[in-house]
């Protein structure tokens, strides 16, 4: 993900637009659509209506769990400030997917250019509305916040002039520790904001429009499984390049930089972002690695049909998500929690 390119004056005045909203928040925050998981829904034997099949990914071994779509694929607290706006934008591209996954699945997708702008704003909105996006987030405010310390401890007079500027005070007696507490109190208020949420919420709003910009700057295709069936994870639209083992931006593949911005949207298709509008099909072995891409990049959880058999493939797979994160597997006797929450950590 490229470095954030809002001037300063922008986002005190965006920040000055959400005050009043602040408070006004949804607790669970989908990062995967319900419309898409619902795509993945079957019958679960012994169990009324249509579930998801869910493993977590941290208990490889435990059997997958039937799962509701509202309980799956969300991020207790997303954003922390301002966020009902935030689902609202969300909600306006997730009620016109079913629409969109249908005429993709026809076929006729590229006759109704509306309906081809849903599929690039949802994967536009999974990239950025992502475990990833949390972390390079959270990357980022503690190198920019180290940097901001560094410069202040450098230069004495200056801290000791800003400080008496903000405050009214002089500086108190000098020393190494004197100074530091000088330097955190300056940059206190930017903590809060970002303790807040609030700068989160902003960069969000940045990043959308700069994905969106790439999407409908690129083709969109859209494939059909020559054989085998997707699967999703919980963190589902993902960046990736053929000459790179790194998934998305904390493995190394900006948006800008990568070959494809690939999005399940169903267990028989797949949308991608890539050279021109086209249909196509997509060969078992490709299918097999981008399961495998999915659960690589997933933060816990990962979603399939049921009974589509790839409860195997998973388990391979995860173990060699686990190797990757220098994890341990836990035993077969291990088993995960109730939960189908994409964890926030």
Avoid: C
Avoid at 61 to 83: C, E, I, K, M, Q
Avoid at 129 to 139: A, V, Y
Avoid at 143 to 150: I, K, P, S
Avoid at 191 to 200: H, K, P, T
Wanted: aromatic letters at 8%; glycine letters at 6%; zero cysteines.
């Amino acid at each position: 993900m490229t470095p954030p390119r809002q001037r300063p004056a922008d986002i005190w005045t965006r920040l000055g637009e959400l005050a009043g909203e602040a408070t006004d928040n949804i607790r669970l925050q989908h990062v995967v659509s319900q419309a898409i998981l619902r795509e993945f829904t079957d019958v679960w034997p012994g169990r009324p209506g249509q579930l998801l099949a869910s493993m977590n990914l941290d208990f490889p071994a435990a059997p997958a769990r039937a799962a509701g779509t509202s309980r799956s694929g969300y991020v207790p607290d997303f954003l922390r400030y301002a966020s009902k706006s935030a689902e609202l934008l969300w909600q306006r591209t997730e009620n016109q997917l079913p629409a969109a996954i249908r005429a993709a699945a026809d076929r006729s997708l590229f006759r109704y250019p509306d309906l081809a702008q849903v599929i690039r704003d949802a994967i536009a909105l999974h990239f950025v509305r992502s475990h990833q996006t949390l972390t390079m987030h959270e990357d980022a405010w503690t190198a920019v916040r180290g940097q901001a310390r560094v410069q202040w401890l450098d230069n004495e007079q200056m801290l000791e002039w800003a400080f008496y500027k903000r405050y009214g005070l002089y500086a108190p007696p000098r020393g190494r520790q004197a100074l530091e507490a000088m330097a955190d109190e300056l940059l206190r208020p930017m903590d809060a904001l970002f303790d807040s949420g609030a700068l989160l919420r902003v960069r969000i709003e940045d990043l959308f429009a700069e994905a969106r910009r790439f999407a409908n700057d690129a083709g969109l295709e859209i494939a059909r499984p020559a054989a085998g069936e997707f699967l999703i994870g919980d963190t589902p639209a993902l960046a990736v390049r053929f000459d790179r083992e790194g998934i998305g931006p904390t493995g190394g593949v900006a948006l800008g930089d990568a070959h494809r911005i690939v999005l399940p949207l169903a267990p028989g298709l797949i949308a991608s972002l890539g050279p021109k509008d086209d249909f196509g099909v997509i060969p078992e072995q490709l299918v097999d690695e981008l399961n495998d891409l999915q659960v690589r990049a997933a933060q816990r959880h990962v979603y399939f049909r049921p009974g589509s058999r790839l409860d195997d493939a998973v388990r391979r797979a995860a173990r060699r998500r686990a190797d990757e994160r220098g994890r341990s597997v836990p035993s077969p006797t291990a088993t995960p929690q109730a939960s189908h929450t994409a964890a926030r950590d």
